[in-house]
């Protein structure tokens, strides 16, 4: 829920534009609010800086107060987050009812963003590539070989986002390796094709190592996207040199 005010939403798109519109080489998404997706995308066109929206129900219409189906995001985005840890641990999303979603988004011709990672007690288990290739698998399940040029993954640890506490590079190539390998399983295709990205705690200072592991094609910025300096900071570390 950042920006708080529409007015902060719209300040902080001009300023993106200004920070990175001109990066070449580089997807840029910027996934605001609801409220604000359609003062965002009228700020960014042009830009070259995609919208994407956090949240979608994969029901087409009815009866769920509060949600917001897909129909009424085409043709304000082009992306939609899908299985965000948060939806996860504050909202008991399942994993069948994220693959619901991200079945739905494709069908509405947007790209999904499938968000996958492990808690700390399951890493402290030893359990966390087994979650993670459950999450990849389920949340791919009914995706079509051909559809993987349309489908965005992203390993974000669940102890490493808004705590500081980033995973170390290693760490995060280690995982990202394992999301790569499950999603060329899942979808019977090369997993190369579909853009691994890494999120949890990413900043300017660690965008450069990140960026630098053969399987982390992008990240999934949190709180620096808050700032346009920090993220322009991001997205050139991940600019082809």
Not at 59 to 76: D, N, Q, S
Not at 200 to 206: A, E, L, R, T
Request: with cysteine.
């Amino acid at each position: 829920m950042n920006p708080t005010s529409m007015a902060d939403a719209e300040a902080l798109a001009s300023e993106l534009v200004e920070a990175v519109g001109g990066v070449d080489g580089v997807t840029r998404v910027a996934c605001p609010p609801f409220v604000a997706l359609s003062a965002v995308a009228g700020a960014l066109a042009g830009s070259g800086i995609g919208v994407g929206a956090q949240n979608a129900h994969p029901e087409a219409k009815g009866a769920f107060t509060g949600e917001v189906p897909l129909g009424m995001l085409a043709g304000l985005c082009a992306y939609v987050i899908v299985g965000h840890s948060e939806r996860r641990q504050l909202f008991s999303e399942t994993d069948a009812f994220i693959n619901a979603k991200v079945n739905a988004v494709l069908t509405a011709g947007l790209m999904p963003i499938l968000c996958v990672g492990e808690t700390m007690d399951e890493r402290d288990s030893g359990r966390a590539k087994a979650v993670v290739r459950r999450q990849v698998s389920a949340g791919l399940a009914g995706v079509e070989p051909e559809q993987a040029n349309s489908i965005v993954v992203a390993y974000e640890p669940v102890w490493a986002i808004g705590t500081g506490r980033a995973a170390t590079p290693e760490m995060a190539q280690e995982m990202c390796a394992v999301v790569r390998s499950e999603v060329g399983v899942a979808l019977d295709a090369d997993g190369g094709i579909v853009p691994v990205l890494y999120g949890g705690s990413v900043n300017p200072g660690n965008a450069d190592s990140l960026a630098a592991q053969p399987d982390i094609d992008g990240a999934l910025v949190g709180g620096a996207s808050l700032v346009a300096a920090d993220f322009a900071a991001i997205v050139r570390a991940f600019a082809p040199a």
